[in-house]
């Protein structure tokens, strides 16, 4: 079965550490794959996906075929980068795509 | 203002009433999708259209009815059948149904007793 697990409900770290947001997913096609952010009172949206292979404030996603992951990383966190973050799979490429459970990540300051 | 908009943000009804969600958007977008968000299960699709006149059931469609008359509209009718109805509900849309960025609506919570 297609599926998104991102095994960490809640992710804290202080200003300035690496922050790692871990995806892995099972899908024995090439997978689509995004990252979704939403912030504090604010609309859920695209951060970036793997197509791009851009760096979007600063976060990189990579993708590993034979881990099945696409974790998403950040060398030094900021405190803005607090947020629920959403990793998902788009197996057929027509925009249905399946989110993993979310991943709350706090930066303390 | 561009966009897709959501009414109402608070919902609330009593058990055995149907319910209609509004989702509107002028982007210009042909594919629109309805997602159920739950803590800690993520957001999961309920129905999505990728052209007017059509749609398509998405992992949890059971209890749930929707219309794509016009382009800009994809109402979400959350019918007496739905065993557990109380979620927020998001809309969103794209482009196409190809692998763009969606576009989320704010939201609707829907408080069903």
């Known amino acids: 079965a297609q599926r998104v697990t991102q095994p960490e409900k809640l992710l804290s770290v202080f200003k300035g550490a690496p922050v790692e947001l871990k995806c892995n997913y099972s899908?024995?096609?090439?997978?689509?794959l995004f990252w979704y952010v939403q912030y504090s009172r604010q609309r859920l949206q695209l951060l970036l996906r793997?197509?791009s292979r851009e760096s979007i404030k600063g976060f990189t996603a990579d993708l590993n075929k034979g881990e099945t992951s696409f974790h998403l990383k950040k060398p030094f966190a900021q405190e803005e980068d607090s947020a629920m973050y959403y990793c998902?799979?788009?197996?057929?490429?027509?925009?249905?795509?399946?989110f993993g459970q979310g991943t709350t990540l706090q930066v303390k300051p | 203002d561009g966009g897709i908009t959501q009414s109402p943000k608070y919902l609330f009804r009593k058990e055995g009433q149907n319910v209609t969600l509004s989702c509107e958007q002028n982007l210009n977008h042909d594919a629109m999708y309805w997602y159920r968000q739950d803590p800690g299960q993520g957001l999961r699709l309920i129905y999505y259209s990728q052209i007017v006149n059509d749609f398509q059931k998405g992992d949890i469609a059971e209890g749930y009815s929707v219309s794509r008359e016009k382009k800009e509209s994809f109402p979400l009718t959350v019918t007496s059948a739905q065993k557990n109805p109380t979620a927020f509900y998001l809309c969103?849309?794209?482009?196409?149904?190809?692998?763009?960025?969606?576009?989320f609506g704010p939201g609707t919570r829907l408080t069903v007793t």
């Open positions: 793997h197509i």
């Open positions: 969103a849309s794209t482009e196409t149904g190809n692998s763009y960025e969606q576009y």
């Open positions: 998902a799979l788009d197996p057929s490429n027509t925009g249905k795509l399946i």
């Open positions: 899908y024995s096609g090439s997978p689509e």
